[in-house]
């Protein structure tokens, strides 16, 4: 099992970029692939983006393909997702995501998960 913490949300207006960490507990934290979900106001909670245990397969939803970027640091147990061009639909409170790797279906299936953090798109 892995503990995680999202931080880094907040108001910016459209255009602007932020970065959310996900801070993880757990010594099983280099083996499970890691993602990003978010739910806006009256939508369901949707996909974003995910990264492979190693780092080396990272997947994007259509949406944020392009403008944001997943990374981690296995040494650091750290994710981080970058916002850049956000727009005022990427409102949301963005969840971070965990499960052990099986190398497959990165969109789904995840077991851990943090408390979230909101970010707010000004337009």
Do not use: H
Not at 11 to 18: D, E, N, Y
């Amino acid at each position: 099992q892995v503990q995680l913490a999202e931080s880094g949300g907040g108001l910016v207006q459209a255009g602007g970029s932020l970065r959310l960490s996900c801070a993880a507990s757990g010594r099983t934290f280099s083996l499970a692939a890691m993602a990003w979900f978010r739910q806006g106001p009256g939508k369901e909670r949707e996909f974003v983006a995910a990264i492979s245990w190693s780092g080396r397969f990272t997947d994007y939803a259509d949406s944020v393909k392009g403008r944001f970027t997943i990374r981690r640091d296995n040494a650091k147990n750290m994710v981080n997702l970058q916002m850049n061009s956000l727009k005022p639909e990427d409102t949301a409170v963005y969840y971070c995501a965990a499960k052990r790797d099986y190398y497959r279906n990165y969109r789904d299936e995840y077991t851990d998960w943090g408390q979230g953090t909101q970010v707010t798109v000004s337009s």
